[in-house]
């Protein structure tokens, strides 16, 4: 196999079927704030550093005019901020309740060793929020090589390259043509594509599949820039080899 690292979204790809645990809490922090989201407004921009993903909820028509309604203002920075100290504290006391282990994923990882290749993790959760995953998933057979957040990439997450960057350089693996990055969301497959790396959209287990079913899932995936989707991480090792 000509690649030498996989770099694996955590909530929706390897972790929490379905990406639950961002859900329940934007949810639950947006009700609390008076104005309750409908549908998958709770579920738009997953994949991006939590507050930068309330903050493009807050940019929904719907939502800000919602807010305007109830607030008599549009949503403001300041909103962002005061939600986004809501959601930490809420999402931390229950992120360990929707961590557990994707079926199958820790076969695929132990395979893709064999191989040689080394296993990276990019996320949207901050670093606390990881630290209470990662022990949890390690427990579970799942253990990336190394694990990153934003908070280590001074808040700048995905759609931009710099953590992908930042885990290429930590298991000194380079070219970028011979990293693979997966992920659930769209934000996954631009972050892949901003960094030059190969791009892999996983359906059945994503956040798109919960939002949109997944044949619309799919679609999203390979408009965002993915080079290949698979419907779960099984499929993996082959979509791989099909890479040119």
């Known amino acids: 196999m000509k690649h030498k690292a996989v770099i694996f979204d955590w909530a929706g790809t390897v972790v929490d079927y379905g990406c639950q645990a961002p859900v329940v809490v934007l949810d639950r922090i947006f009700a609390a704030a008076g104005v309750p989201l409908q549908g998958t407004e709770s579920r738009h921009a997953m994949g991006l550093l939590k507050k930068d993903q309330i903050r493009e909820i807050c940019r929904l028509p719907r939502v800000a005019d919602a807010w305007l309604q109830y607030f008599g203002v549009p949503p403001e920075e300041s909103d962002v901020e005061r939600l986004f100290a809501n959601f930490v504290p809420t999402q931390m006391s229950c992120i360990e309740d929707y961590s557990n282990v994707i079926a199958g994923v820790p076969a695929v990882v132990d395979s893709l060793r064999s191989r040689g290749l080394k296993i990276g993790g990019t996320t949207g959760y901050t670093r606390p929020m990881l630290d209470l995953v990662i022990p949890k998933a390690k427990a579970q057979g799942y253990s990336p090589d190394f694990a990153i957040?934003?908070?280590?990439?001074?808040?700048?997450?995905?759609?931009?390259?710099?953590?992908?960057?930042?885990?290429?350089?930590?298991?000194?693996?380079?070219?970028?043509?011979?990293?693979?990055?997966?992920?659930?969301?769209?934000?996954?497959?631009?972050?892949?594509?901003?960094?030059?790396?190969?791009?892999?959209?996983?359906?059945?287990?994503?956040?798109?599949?919960?939002?949109?079913?997944?044949?619309?899932?799919?679609?999203?995936?390979?408009?965002?820039?993915?080079?290949?989707?698979?419907?779960?991480?099984?499929?993996?090792?082959?979509?791989?080899?099909?890479?040119?």
Not at 150 to 155: A, I, K, L, S, V
Not at 173 to 191: A, L, N, R
């Open 149 to 244: 957040t934003p908070t280590e990439t001074d808040g700048l997450g995905r759609p931009l390259p710099w953590m992908i960057f930042e885990v290429m350089r930590r298991l000194d693996v380079y070219p970028p043509s011979t990293i693979v990055k997966v992920g659930d969301t769209p934000s996954d497959m631009q972050e892949a594509r901003n960094a030059g790396v190969w791009a892999i959209g996983v359906v059945n287990s994503s956040n798109e599949a919960a939002a949109f079913g997944p044949i619309v899932a799919r679609q999203r995936l390979e408009q965002a820039g993915a080079h290949c989707v698979i419907a779960t991480l099984e499929e993996l090792e082959s979509a791989m080899e099909s890479l040119a």
